[in-house]
C-alpha cells in the first residue's frame, strides 16, 4: 500500500490554486491532451481535479505541468472459455490497475512520465504480460519542437510510449486487458500543414509480473513511416510502412526468424451522419526459408440517425486476413497483426485477426443520463481451410488438422455503459460465443459465457 500512494502522489492537485481548461477530450494516450486554455478557476465541488491538470510555474506561462490519474477496477468471469479447453474453462479473476501521470512543458522541450501499477487476481491460466506489471514505468519520454516554417514543425521524442497507429489494428495500446503495450525507441513527427509523418525505429517492452522489471525485448522490434493527411474537410488519408521482426515467431507452419514488411493504406471520414473508415494491407518478407506473402481488408461502416428517438447508430464492420493455404510450401501467407488493439473484436475476444473472415453488425443507442446500450453479433469463418485460429496475441490457439470447415461461431454481445460524470464511469457487458464445425472437428466445442464489469476514474 505504501508503494500504490507514493505512485497516487504524482497525480494529486496541488494546494495551490488552479485554473481548468475549456472542455478538453480525456484520451487514452494522456500525453497528446491539452490543458493549456485555462478560464475560470476550478469549482470546489465537481471540478477539484482541473485544479492538477495545468499548473503554471513561471510568470509568462511558458513552464508549466499538467498532473492526472487512471484507476480502474475490471471483473471478467468465463463460463468454458476456450470452448472448454484447459486449464482454466471455468476462471473468475480481477484487474486492478492505477496510472498516474506528471507532464513538464519547457517551451518548446517536454518531458513526460506514466507509472503503472498493475495486478491481476484469480487467473486460473495464469497470468501473463497482460495481465501483471507490478509497479512499473509504462511511459517515460521527453522531445523538443523545433519550427521549420510558418505552417511546419519538427518533433523529436525518444524514452518509452505508448502508440497508437491509425485504427490500431496494427499497431494499438492494448489498452482493454489490464496492461497496455509500450515501446522503447525514438520517433520523429513532422507536421507540415494537413500532412503529418511519423518515422520510427522500436522494440515493444516485455512485461515482468515483479516491480521494476519492465524491458525491452531482445527478439521483436518495430520500425516504419506513417503519414495522414486531410484530404478535404472531415476526409483522412493514411498511407504507411512498418518492419517487423520477430526472431522466434510461430505460426501453423512452424517456428522461425520472421522479417515482414506491411504496406498499408487507410481511408476515413464522415459526412452528415455516415462515417467509414476502411483499411488495406499488403504484407512480404521471409519466415526462416519460406517467403511471406499476406494481406487484409477491413472496413467499417457506419450511420447515425442523430433526429431519431435515442440517437441509434448502426454499423457494420467486415473483415478478412489471410490464412496460409499450404503449411508445406515454401510460403507463409498468414496474415500478421503485429501489436494489435486489446479486445480486438469486442469484450469477448478469444480469437484474432489472422487467417480469419467476419462480418460484424452493431447498434448503439443514446439512453440519456449518461446511459449507453451496444448490441453486437459477429459471425467468423476461416480464411484458409490449411490453417488455424489464432488469439489476438497471435498465439496459435487450434490447428487445422484435418478439419474442412471454414466456420468457427457466432458470437452476440451486450454492453451497457454510464457516464456517471466527467471523470467517473462504468460498464457491464455480456457475451456468448456458440462454437462452429471447425472448433467441434479439432476439439472441445462448449459455448463460451462472459460477463465483464469496470470501474474508472480519470483525470
Same mark, same amino acid.
Given at each position: 500500500?505504501?508503494?500504490?500512494?507514493?505512485?497516487?502522489?504524482?497525480?494529486?492537485?496541488?494546494?495551490?490554486?488552479?485554473?481548468?481548461?475549456?472542455?478538453?477530450? %480525456?484520451? $487514452?494516450?494522456? #500525453?497528446?491532451?491539452?490543458?493549456?486554455?485555462?478560464?475560470?478557476?476550478?469549482? =470546489?465541488?465537481?471540478?477539484?481535479?482541473?485544479?492538477?491538470?495545468?499548473?503554471?510555474l513561471?510568470?509568462?506561462?511558458?513552464?508549466?505541468?499538467?498532473?492526472?490519474?487512471? @484507476?480502474?477496477?475490471? %471483473?471478467?468471469?468465463?463460463?468454458d $472459455?476456450?470452448?472448454?479447453?484447459?486449464?482454466?474453462?471455468?476462471?473468475?479473476?480481477?484487474?486492478?490497475?492505477?496510472?498516474?501521470?506528471?507532464?513538464?512543458?519547457?517551451?518548446?522541450?517536454?518531458?513526460?512520465?506514466?507509472?503503472?501499477?498493475?495486478?491481476?487476481? /484469480?487467473?486460473?491460466?495464469?497470468?501473463?504480460?497482460? &495481465?501483471?506489471?507490478?509497479?512499473?514505468?509504462l511511459?517515460?519520454?521527453?522531445?523538443?519542437?523545433?519550427?521549420?516554417?510558418? $505552417?511546419?514543425?519538427?518533433?523529436?521524442?525518444?524514452?518509452?510510449?505508448?502508440?497508437?497507429?491509425?485504427?490500431?489494428?496494427?499497431?494499438? @495500446?492494448?489498452?482493454?486487458?489490464?496492461i497496455?503495450?509500450?515501446? &522503447?525507441?525514438?520517433?520523429?513527427?513532422?507536421?507540415?500543414?494537413?500532412?503529418?509523418?511519423?518515422?520510427?525505429?522500436?522494440?515493444?517492452v516485455?512485461? /515482468? @509480473?515483479?516491480?521494476?522489471?519492465?524491458?525491452?525485448?531482445?527478439? =521483436?522490434?518495430?520500425?516504419?513511416?506513417?503519414?495522414?493527411?486531410?484530404?478535404?474537410?472531415?476526409?483522412?488519408?493514411?498511407?504507411y510502412?512498418?518492419? #517487423?521482426?520477430?526472431?522466434?515467431?510461430?505460426?501453423?507452419?512452424?517456428?522461425?526468424?520472421?522479417?515482414?514488411?506491411?504496406?498499408?493504406?487507410?481511408?476515413?471520414?464522415?459526412?452528415?451522419?455516415?462515417?467509414?473508415?476502411?483499411?488495406?494491407?499488403?504484407?512480404?518478407?521471409?519466415?526462416?526459408?519460406?517467403? +511471406?506473402?499476406?494481406?487484409?481488408?477491413?472496413?467499417?461502416?457506419?450511420?447515425?440517425?442523430?433526429?431519431a428517438?435515442?440517437?441509434?447508430?448502426?454499423?457494420?464492420?467486415?473483415?478478412?486476413?489471410?490464412? &496460409?493455404?499450404?503449411?508445406?510450401?515454401?510460403?507463409?501467407g498468414?496474415?500478421?497483426?503485429?501489436?494489435?488493439?486489446?479486445?480486438?473484436?469486442?469484450?469477448?475476444?478469444?480469437?484474432?485477426?489472422? $487467417? +480469419?473472415?467476419?462480418?460484424?453488425?452493431?447498434? &448503439?443507442?443514446d439512453?440519456?443520463?449518461?446511459?449507453?446500450?451496444?448490441?453486437?453479433?459477429?459471425?467468423?469463418?476461416?480464411?484458409?481451410?490449411?490453417?488455424?485460429?489464432?488469439?489476438?496475441?497471435? %498465439?496459435?490457439?487450434?490447428?487445422? /488438422?484435418?478439419?474442412?470447415?471454414?466456420?468457427?461461431?457466432? %458470437?452476440?454481445?451486450?454492453?451497457?455503459?454510464?457516464?456517471?460524470?466527467?471523470?467517473?464511469?462504468?460498464?457491464?457487458?455480456?457475451? @456468448?460465443?456458440?462454437?462452429?464445425?471447425f472448433?467441434?472437428?479439432?476439439?472441445?466445442?462448449?459455448?463460451?459465457?462472459? +460477463?465483464?464489469?469496470?470501474?474508472?476514474?480519470?483525470?
Open positions: 500500500m505504501i508503494r500504490l500512494a507514493a505512485l497516487a502522489a504524482l497525480a494529486l492537485p496541488a494546494a495551490a490554486a488552479a485554473q481548468p481548461a475549456a472542455a478538453v477530450e %480525456q484520451t $487514452n494516450m494522456r #500525453y497528446n491532451e491539452d490543458w493549456s486554455g485555462i478560464t475560470t478557476a476550478p469549482r =470546489r465541488d465537481a471540478d477539484w481535479w482541473k485544479a492538477a491538470k495545468h499548473r503554471p513561471d510568470k509568462d506561462g511558458t513552464v508549466y505541468l499538467t498532473t492526472g490519474l487512471e @484507476l480502474r477496477i475490471r %471483473q471478467e468471469g468465463f463460463d $472459455n476456450n470452448w472448454g479447453d484447459p486449464p482454466a474453462a471455468d476462471d473468475g479473476y480481477l484487474w486492478v490497475r492505477m496510472m498516474p501521470h506528471a507532464d513538464l512543458h519547457v517551451g518548446p522541450a517536454r518531458a513526460f512520465v506514466q507509472g503503472i501499477a498493475g495486478y491481476a487476481r /484469480g487467473v486460473g491460466a495464469g497470468k501473463g504480460p497482460a &495481465d501483471e506489471t507490478g509497479i512499473d514505468l511511459q517515460g519520454f521527453a522531445d523538443v519542437r523545433l519550427p521549420l516554417a510558418e $505552417n511546419a514543425s519538427l518533433t523529436l521524442r525518444g524514452g518509452r510510449e505508448l502508440v497508437a497507429l491509425g485504427s490500431e489494428r496494427l499497431v494499438g @495500446l492494448r489498452y482493454g486487458p489490464n497496455p503495450q509500450a515501446f &522503447d525507441g525514438g520517433r520523429a513527427i513532422l507536421n507540415v500543414g494537413p500532412v503529418r509523418v511519423d518515422a520510427f525505429a522500436m522494440r515493444p516485455a512485461v /515482468g @509480473l515483479g516491480d521494476f522489471d519492465d524491458r525491452r525485448s531482445r527478439t =521483436r522490434r518495430l520500425s516504419g513511416v506513417y503519414a495522414t493527411t486531410t484530404v478535404a474537410p472531415d476526409i483522412g488519408l493514411d498511407l510502412w512498418l518492419g #517487423y521482426r520477430n526472431e522466434t515467431a510461430r505460426f501453423a507452419e512452424g517456428m522461425g526468424d520472421e522479417r515482414r514488411d506491411s504496406y498499408g493504406m487507410r481511408m476515413f471520414g464522415k459526412r452528415g451522419g455516415l462515417a467509414w473508415n476502411w483499411e488495406a494491407v499488403l504484407q512480404r518478407g521471409a519466415f526462416g526459408p519460406a517467403r +511471406i506473402r499476406a494481406w487484409t481488408v477491413a472496413t467499417e461502416t457506419a450511420y447515425r440517425f442523430a433526429d428517438p435515442l440517437s441509434p447508430r448502426i454499423r457494420l464492420r467486415a473483415n478478412i486476413a489471410s490464412g &496460409d493455404r499450404d503449411p508445406g510450401d515454401a510460403t507463409l498468414t496474415f500478421n497483426a503485429l501489436f494489435p488493439k486489446g479486445k480486438y473484436f469486442g469484450e469477448l475476444s478469444p480469437i484474432g485477426p489472422y $487467417n +480469419i473472415a467476419n462480418l460484424h453488425p452493431s447498434v &448503439d443507442v439512453l440519456g443520463r449518461g446511459f449507453t446500450l451496444d448490441l453486437a453479433g459477429i459471425a467468423y469463418w476461416r480464411a484458409s481451410r490449411r490453417d488455424g485460429v489464432y488469439n489476438v496475441p497471435g %498465439q496459435l490457439i487450434r490447428a487445422p /488438422g484435418d478439419a474442412r470447415s471454414r466456420f468457427i461461431g457466432a %458470437q452476440a454481445e451486450a454492453l451497457i455503459g454510464w457516464q456517471a460524470s466527467e471523470i467517473l464511469s462504468f460498464g457491464v457487458s455480456l457475451s @456468448l460465443f456458440r462454437p462452429g464445425d472448433i467441434r472437428e479439432t476439439g472441445p466445442a462448449r459455448s463460451i459465457h462472459m +460477463i465483464g464489469s469496470e470501474a474508472m476514474l480519470r483525470f
